[in-house]
């Protein structure tokens, strides 16, 4: 059955149809936050401070965004944008697991609107470059915050291409939980002038083991097959309780580190040196 609708004749139809008005209000109440916290805040004309789904939070936003200056593990980072690492607006499902797995202060923060970001490159081998590139906001945060109706699931594509910080921030405030402890333009990513010095006296303290495995790579020919792993992945800080000693094959085994390749040769060696050690006791 299709109805008329003609808005000026509301009382005719409620009296053909035998009933009358109501004087029912409906009772509104604001929707979950989306996430473990309120971590976005969206200021309204009026200056109240409304995060996702209508929560009230605390007027204590600020411009600030986070994300990895340290590019020198990826490839193309030069000519294709979406191989560069993201822009994080929020405490996303990427920030709590970065967090579990102790790299969170991998991360920079900066309250620069221009879309630039300080990256440092890797240009050839032991050298680094410090430049400036734009990068794409994290997708996750932009799912989170349900930032101009995006989502994981249907997009729009078009609103992490035309991404801007400027708009972003005409609109919403960050507040994360916590922030990194550097700012982006502090100072460059690469290992310090001083790392192989720092890296032999770390080995050497432990005895030339890996402290996961315990196998003995003392003998100065399979010395090579020990690394340094920084365990905050922030290569620049060689505070000791931040270096761990590691054989290759500990040091590929630790999280995010699916960039790391070891020879076969070096992986046959080590599993060798580990049998052969485990049966004398050594």
Known sequence: MKLEWHSGSLDQVLTEVGARR???????????????RTIVEMVSPEGVQVGPGGTIVTPSGEHVVIYIKDHTTKANVRSDIKERCRVHLSDCRTIRRMKADNAYERYVQTNRRDDLYDVTLEVGWNRYEDTELPLLPCKNCLDQLGYKDFSLRSGPESVVESFRLAEFFDHFATKFESKPQ??????????????RAKADAAKSKVGYRCEI?????????????????????????????????????????????????????????????????QRGGG
């Open 22 to 36: 109501s004087t029912w209000v409906p009772s509104v109440e604001p929707l979950p936050a989306r996430g473990p």
């Open 182 to 195: 550097r700012r982006g333009g502090e100072r460059s990513e690469a290992y310090s002038p001083d790392w």
């Open 213 to 277: 495995c315990n196998v003995d790579l003392s003998a100065k020919p399979v010395r090579k097959l020990l690394d340094v792993h920084h365990r905050n992945r922030v290569k620049s800080d060689n505070q000791p309780s931040n270096l761990q000693v590691l054989c290759k094959l500990c040091h590929a085994d630790q999280p995010n580190h699916h960039h790391y390749r070891i020879p076969r040769e070096d992986q046959t060696e080590i599993r060798n040196l580990r049998r052969q050690q």
